[in-house]
C-alpha cells in the first residue's frame, strides 16, 4: 500500500505567518490528493481536492500544489480560526489513506 | 444542502458489535460512495472503506476486513457500519463522509465533500 507521511507533526506559529505543510506519497499518486481541515469536536472539512483546487467556501489564503509524490499546503497568512490539525490524503485507488496530520498551534 | 446524519452516542463492552448509521438527505442517495473514517483519542484520521449505495459494493481496509460490514437500505437513503468484536482499541469517533467526483481531461478525481457530525464509540467493561 502506498504510504502517506506529512511534516511537521505540529507546528507553532503566529497570527499573520505563512504556514506551510508538506505531504509525502511512498509512490506516485499524480494529483490524487486533498487536504482537510480539522478541529477538536467537529468533523472534518476538505479544503483542497485534486491537489490544487479550492473547496467552495474555502478562504484563497489556503493553497496547495504539487505532484507525483510531494505535495504542499500553504496558508499564506494565517487567521486565529485556522488553529486545528490539517490532513492530507490519497484518492488514488484504495486503501484512501490519510497522512498522520500536522497540528498548527498558536505560537 | 447535502447532510449526513449520524445515530448517537454508545459504549459497548468488549467483544460485543456496534452499528453506527448514516442518513443522507439533500442529494440522491444512490449517486456518491459513503467512506467510513474514524479517530481514536489522540490519534488521526484512519480510514475504514467504502460502500456504495447503489449496488451494495464495499470495500474494507485490510486491517478491518473480518470485523467491519458495511449494509444500506436505499428506501430509509441510510447507510451502516458494523464493527464487530469490540476491543479497547476501537475507542473512537466513527465519521461517514460522502465520496464526490471531480472531472478533469480524462481523469477523475475524488474527495470527501460532506462528513457526518460523528458517532463516538466508547468500548469498556
Known amino acids: 500500500d502506498i504510504q502517506m507521511t506529512q511534516y511537521p507533526t505540529s507546528l507553532s506559529a503566529s497570527v499573520g505567518d505563512r504556514v506551510t505543510i508538506t505531504c509525502r506519497a511512498s509512490?506516485?499518486?499524480?494529483?490524487?490528493l486533498n487536504w482537510y481541515q480539522h478541529k477538536p469536536g467537529k468533523a472534518p472539512e476538505l479544503l483542497i481536492y485534486?491537489?490544487?483546487n479550492l473547496q467552495s467556501g474555502v478562504p484563497s489564503r489556503f493553497s496547495g500544489s504539487g505532484s507525483g509524490t510531494d505535495f504542499t499546503l500553504t496558508i499564506s497568512s494565517l487567521q486565529p480560526e485556522d488553529f486545528a490539525t490539517y490532513y492530507c490524503?490519497?484518492?488514488?485507488?484504495?486503501?484512501?489513506?490519510f497522512g498522520q496530520g500536522t497540528k498548527v498551534e498558536i505560537k | 444542502q447535502a447532510q449526513l446524519v449520524q445515530s448517537g452516542s454508545e459504549v459497548k463492552e468488549p467483544g460485543a458489535s456496534v452499528k453506527v448509521s448514516c442518513k443522507a438527505s439533500?442529494?440522491?442517495?444512490?449517486?456518491?460512495?459513503i467512506n467510513w473514517v474514524r479517530q481514536a483519542p489522540g490519534q488521526g484520521l484512519e480510514w475504514m472503506g467504502w460502500?456504495?449505495?447503489?449496488?451494495?459494493?464495499?470495500g474494507y481496509a485490510q486491517k478491518f476486513q473480518g470485523r467491519v460490514t458495511m449494509t444500506r437500505n436505499t428506501s430509509m437513503n441510510t447507510v451502516y457500519m458494523e464493527v464487530s468484536s469490540l476491543r479497547s482499541e476501537d475507542t473512537a469517533v466513527y465519521y461517514c463522509?460522502?465520496?464526490?467526483?471531480?472531472?478533469?481531461?480524462?481523469?477523475?478525481?475524488?474527495?470527501?465533500?460532506?462528513w457526518g457530525k460523528g458517532t463516538t464509540v466508547t468500548v469498556s467493561s
Open positions: 460502500m456504495n449505495p447503489n449496488s451494495g459494493n464495499t
Open positions: 509512490q506516485s499518486i499524480g494529483s490524487y
Open positions: 463522509a460522502r465520496w464526490r467526483g471531480y472531472r478533469y481531461a480524462s481523469n477523475f478525481y475524488y474527495y470527501m465533500d460532506v
Open positions: 485534486a491537489t490544487s
Open positions: 439533500g442529494y440522491t442517495f444512490t449517486t456518491f460512495e
Open positions: 490524503q490519497k484518492s488514488y485507488s484504495t486503501p484512501r489513506t
